[in-house]
């Protein structure tokens, strides 16, 4: 059974960082597109970063990017989201979500993600 664990939430200021971490048991990351997704108060889950499996091609949502850096280390089955010059607007809960089937194209649906964290709350204040 995989299992996603985030970490790396809390309370920051506007303009400042925050690198949240999501670490996989139960079966290896490197043939899996691995992906953040986050839920802000009120609305509808939406897609934040993915990360193919290749290790090249990182896809960014517009609000994010720039900002917001998904890296992966294969080697500890981890996958990272540096979040840097807040805003409040990124005040959500996170997700981490991989697919089931390895070696996939790359999607932006939640409906595409079968396996997801229990989530970690981001509040940035003004």
């Known amino acids: 059974q995989v299992q996603l664990v985030e970490s790396g939430g809390g309370l920051v200021q506007a303009g400042g960082s925050l690198r949240l971490s999501c670490a996989a048991s139960?079966?290896?990351?490197?043939?899996?597109?691995m992906a953040w997704f986050r839920q802000p108060p009120g609305k509808e889950r939406e897609f934040v970063a993915v990360?193919?499996?290749?290790?090249?091609?990182?896809y960014y949502a517009d609000s994010v990017k720039g900002r917001f850096t998904i890296s992966r280390d294969n080697a500890k089955a981890t996958v990272y989201l540096q979040m840097n010059s807040l805003k409040p607007e990124d005040t959500a809960v996170y997700y981490c979500?991989?697919?089931?089937?390895?070696?996939?194209?790359?999607?932006?649906?939640?409906?595409?993600?079968?396996?997801w964290g229990q989530g970690t709350q981001v509040t940035v204040s003004s």
């Open positions: 990360r193919r499996w290749t290790g090249v091609g990182t």
């Open positions: 979500a991989t697919t089931h089937l390895p070696r996939s194209d790359v999607q932006f649906s939640v409906s595409a993600y079968v396996y």
């Open positions: 139960g079966r290896t990351t490197s043939n899996y597109n």
